[in-house]
C-alpha cells in the first residue's frame, strides 16, 4: 500500500500527511472544527504556529485519533447515503471519545516579571506588625514566591479539568 493510500488528510500547517489510526491535533476554537474548514495539525508545534495566525484568544489543541481506512470509508458511504435520501434516519452517535487536552506552554522569557505586590501595603504591615523597615529587594522574592504559588494553583484548576483557578487550588491540604 502506497503512502498516498494511507493518507486520511494533511497537517494544515506544514501539510504533512496524516495517515489513517494515527495520532493529530485539533482546535479547540469552534469556528476551526466546522466541516468545511476543518483544521487537522501533526503536532503541537504545528498548532501553536496556527493561534497567533487566527488570533485565538484562549485555545488549546485537543489530541485525536484518524479514524481507520474502515472506519473512514464507512462513514463516507454514509454521508452519501444520507445526501441522497431525504428522509434517511440520522446517524448513529457513537460514545464520544475522552480527549486530552493539551495547552501550550508559555516560554518564561515570555511571562511578565512585574511586581505582583502593592509595595506600600507589604510595607505598611511589616511596619505595623513588627515596626521593621522593608527593603526594595524583597519585593522581588516575594513576587516570584507568588509566581510559583499561582503556577501550582494553575496546574491544579488543570488536573481539576477547570479554566478558572480557585480558593481551594491555593491550599496546602488540596495538594
Known sequence: MSLEENVWK???????????????????????????????????????????????????AEQ??????????????????EDQSSEGAPAQQTAPEVRRRIVPAADDADLPRDVLVVVSKLKAYVRARSGMNTSDNVVGILSDHLRRLCDEAIRSAARDGRKTVMERDFREDSR
Not at 472544527?33 to 487566527?54: D, I, M, Q, W, Y
Request: net charge positive; aromatic share 12%; charged share 30%.
Open 64 to 81: 485525536n485519533r484518524a479514524p481507520t481506512r474502515e472506519e473512514w470509508e464507512k462513514e463516507q458511504a454514509q454521508a452519501a447515503t
Open 10 to 60: 494533511v497537517c494544515s500547517t506544514c501539510r504533512k500527511p496524516l495517515e489513517f489510526g494515527k495520532t493529530y491535533y485539533a482546535c479547540s476554537v469552534s469556528t476551526c472544527n466546522r466541516k468545511r474548514t476543518g483544521l487537522f495539525f501533526c503536532s503541537v508545534e504545528c498548532f501553536e504556529a496556527h493561534v497567533p495566525e487566527l488570533r485565538h484568544r484562549d485555545a488549546w
